[in-house]
């Protein structure tokens, strides 16, 4: 039954190790599912002694159907409801016009970044901007916030 960890135990294992923690670093809450399919394949294989096609197989299935069923779940743990349950987004314009602080320098070749609600987002700017300075967000562009300085 339990079989000793073999190369391919292990590269399911890390690679969905990988994949979890990209969800971190790229935006868009999918690449956790095939991080969870890598990681159930590794240690399903583990315990039973399965071919690789099933395995692949394993893995496809298991991270379709995690997508599937927990990704509206998680992408509210992850972005965030707002309180008429729908998702809070980086592209909407209820953040244009608040302010924010400069956490470091900004300016027409240089993006740099600001704290908005406790939070560090980069940004860009048409004018100089001295860390600590107060900035107004003008616009969005991508996860980018576009800033003018508070005056």
Do not use: C
């Not at 240690?43 to 069923?69: H, T, W």
């Not at 909407?92 to 470091?104: D, L, N, P, V």
């Not at 993006?111 to 939070?119: E, H, I, K, P, Q």
């Not at 100089?128 to 980018?144: A, H, L, M, Y």
């Amino acid at each position: 039954m339990f079989d000793t960890i073999s190369l391919t135990n292990f590269i399911w294992i890390v690679a969905g190790i990988v994949l979890t923690v990209l969800e971190f670093i790229i935006p868009g809450v999918i690449t956790i599912f095939f991080g969870f399919g890598a990681l159930f394949t590794g240690i399903l294989s583990i315990f039973f002694d399965i071919s690789l096609n099933i395995q692949i197989l394993i893995f496809l299935g298991s991270s379709v159907i995690s997508l599937v069923f927990l990704r509206k779940y998680l992408k509210a743990v992850f972005v965030g409801l707002k309180k008429d349950n729908t998702y809070s987004s980086i592209n909407s314009s209820e953040h244009i016009g608040k302010t924010a602080i400069a956490e470091s320098r900004i300016g027409p070749k240089l993006r740099g970044t600001v704290l908005f609600n406790g939070t560090v987002w980069e940004a860009d700017s048409s004018e100089e901007i001295e860390k600590g300075d107060p900035v107004i967000i003008t616009g969005v562009e991508s996860i980018i916030f576009q800033v003018t300085k508070k005056v």
